[in-house]
């Protein structure tokens, strides 16, 4: 059993166990990315296979956000309640059981409820991303710390791309889940065994049946919740999340497909340029993260990673179309949108910090993500509506950048004043 440390928030420092940790964390974000990336990388064989129209089979990716979004609601909550150790292994480890299950399921309603199962698993993802954040980095580290944590999402990415895309050529695009669901499910064991808790970690609601509390303490619970995430900035925040991850699921979901519909590339070879740039996450967050903590601006880095990441989309539709021009495109492109992502992030959380972090950041990630729930799908319709013109939603995500640029110039930011050392 892992040891508890008492820690209050203010004294907390950066240390090697705070990588340590937050890697057994990250690896929570690398097994939820395998698990929903997964279907993305098999929508070329198992579409025609199942006979579903494009927005059908973003559908199946919409199915794992809707369950997403929904947990998230909730397990905010459930992160406050019983800690983030045991919210996040649990959650991971049920997950790799309903994407277990989707071989076997006996039609396209059962696979839309089973990644609905899966995605409602990774609901406290988010809040507990945020709890261990804070309760592991000083507060001069955090942006780094949650990008260090949320960078491991491209193991997960690289993982459904350039592993599973061999296999489910040769053994079926069934076989892929299996191998998904396996990792999950040791990402979730490590988690169980070596997911730490300190500070604001240890932290729990607790109920007193004998002693409930009263209307005026219940209110200003509510109170309290509300004045965190009824600020202006912190709403401006989540819209311009939930663009940004409704346009990065729908990049996501369609790009393998047009590579290979459009640029006729194989599946394998699709699966390679996508799964090596994304690979590059693993570094691109932890950089945006340490490039905000340096320059001490996470608004204004942002502003400049959605802006550059429209140029480089425009690069990868118009520019030369060498195989060697397209992985710079794409990496550059990468690199870019984690700029804009990442300190966003960390704003939020910044702005959370504190006794309704895990609550307040849960209906944050609940709200942006229904981006991811109506975009996957919403990028199918356009490609069936214009008779399979892939690059219409390139300039539709296009749009949704600019849309996000503009939401976090209009954000306000919290200066964090390096701590000078006491006089001896």
């Given at each position: 059993?892992?040891?508890?440390?008492?820690?209050?928030?203010?004294?907390?420092?950066?240390?090697?166990?705070?990588?340590?940790?937050?890697?057994?964390?990250?690896?929570?974000?690398a097994a939820s990315n395998a698990v929903r990336q997964v279907w993305t990388t098999a929508?070329?064989?198992?579409?025609?296979?199942?006979?579903?129209?494009?927005?059908?089979?973003?559908g199946l990716n919409s199915a794992y956000y809707i369950g997403y979004v929904i947990s998230?609601?909730?397990?905010?909550?459930?992160?406050?309640?019983?800690?983030?150790?045991?919210?996040?292994?649990?959650?991971?480890?049920?997950?790799?059981?309903?994407?277990?299950?989707?071989?076997?399921?006996?039609?396209?309603?059962?696979?839309?409820?089973?990644?609905?199962?899966?995605?409602?698993?990774?609901?406290?993802?988010?809040?507990?991303?945020?709890?261990?954040?804070?309760?592991?980095?000083?507060?001069?580290?955090?942006?780094?710390?949650?990008?260090?944590?949320?960078?491991?999402?491209?193991?997960?990415?690289?993982?459904?791309?350039?592993?599973?895309?061999?296999?489910?050529?040769?053994?079926?695009?069934?076989?892929?889940?299996?191998?998904?669901?396996?990792?999950?499910?040791?990402?979730?064991?490590?988690?169980?065994?070596?997911?730490?808790?300190?500070?604001?970690?240890?932290?729990?609601?607790?109920?007193?049946?004998?002693?409930?509390?009263?209307?005026?303490?219940?209110?200003?619970?509510?109170?309290?919740?509300?004045a965190v995430i009824g600020k202006k900035s912190f709403i401006i925040g989540t819209i311009?999340?939930?663009?940004?991850?409704?346009?990065?699921?729908?990049?996501?979901?369609?790009?393998?497909?047009?590579?290979?519909?459009?640029?006729?590339?194989?599946?394998?070879?699709?699966?390679?340029?996508?799964?090596?740039?994304?690979?590059?996450?693993?570094?691109?967050?932890?950089?945006?993260?340490?490039?905000?903590?340096?320059?001490?601006?996470?608004?204004?880095?942002?502003?400049?990673?959605?802006?550059?990441?429209?140029?480089?989309?425009?690069?990868?539709?118009?520019?030369?179309?060498?195989?060697?021009?397209?992985?710079?495109?794409?990496?550059?492109?990468?690199?870019?949108?984690?700029?804009?992502?990442?300190?966003?992030?960390?704003?939020?959380?910044?702005?959370?910090?504190?006794?309704?972090?895990?609550?307040?950041?849960?209906?944050?990630?609940?709200?942006?993500?229904?981006?991811?729930?109506?975009?996957?799908?919403?990028?199918?319709?356009?490609?069936?509506?214009?008779?399979?013109?892939?690059?219409?939603?390139?300039?539709?995500?296009?749009?949704?950048?600019?849309?996000?640029?503009?939401?976090?110039?209009?954000?306000?930011?919290?200066?964090?004043?390096?701590?000078?050392?006491?006089?001896?």
């Amino acid at each position: 059993m892992s040891e508890k440390v008492e820690v209050s928030m203010d004294e907390i420092q950066t240390t090697w166990r705070s990588w340590f940790v937050c890697a057994m964390v990250g690896l929570q974000y690398a097994a939820s990315n395998a698990v929903r990336q997964v279907w993305t990388t098999a929508i070329p064989l198992a579409g025609p296979e199942l006979g579903i129209t494009q927005a059908a089979a973003g559908g199946l990716n919409s199915a794992y956000y809707i369950g997403y979004v929904i947990s998230n609601l909730i397990f905010g909550y459930l992160v406050d309640a019983i800690g983030p150790k045991i919210s996040l292994a649990v959650g991971t480890v049920f997950s790799a059981l309903f994407t277990f299950l989707i071989p076997f399921a006996s039609g396209y309603p059962m696979m839309f409820v089973l990644r609905m199962a899966a995605g409602l698993s990774n609901g406290a993802l988010f809040a507990g991303v945020a709890k261990y954040q804070i309760s592991w980095f000083s507060p001069q580290t955090r942006a780094t710390g949650m990008t260090y944590m949320m960078a491991f999402s491209s193991i997960g990415a690289s993982l459904a791309s350039i592993v599973l895309a061999p296999i489910m050529v040769n053994q079926g695009w069934k076989a892929g889940f299996n191998w998904a669901a396996g990792f999950a499910l040791a990402c979730g064991a490590l988690m169980f065994a070596f997911g730490t808790e300190q500070g604001p970690a240890l932290q729990r609601i607790k109920k007193d049946k004998d002693n409930p509390p009263t209307p005026e303490e219940k209110k200003a619970e509510r109170d309290g919740l509300m004045a965190v995430i009824g600020k202006k900035s912190f709403i401006i925040g989540t819209i311009g999340c939930f663009l940004n991850l409704g346009m990065g699921q729908g990049f996501n979901t369609w790009i393998n497909s047009y590579f290979i519909e459009i640029r006729g590339f194989t599946i394998v070879e699709a699966g390679l340029i996508i799964g090596v740039t994304a690979s590059l996450r693993l570094f691109t967050g932890p950089l945006a993260g340490v490039t905000s903590d340096i320059l001490r601006t996470k608004k204004k880095l942002s502003v400049f990673g959605a802006t550059t990441t429209v140029i480089m989309t425009l690069f990868l539709m118009y520019g030369p179309g060498g195989v060697s021009v397209l992985y710079v495109i794409m990496i550059l492109r990468t690199i870019f949108s984690s700029f804009a992502g990442t300190p966003l992030n960390a704003l939020q959380s910044q702005a959370a910090a504190g006794k309704y972090a895990g609550r307040a950041m849960g209906m944050y990630n609940a709200v942006a993500q229904v981006g991811s729930v109506i975009f996957p799908a919403a990028y199918g319709m356009i490609i069936d509506k214009t008779g399979g013109n892939f690059t219409a939603t390139l300039w539709f995500g296009i749009v949704l950048t600019i849309a996000v640029a503009v939401c976090i110039a209009n954000m306000e930011e919290i200066a964090v004043v390096k701590k000078e050392k006491a006089a001896a």
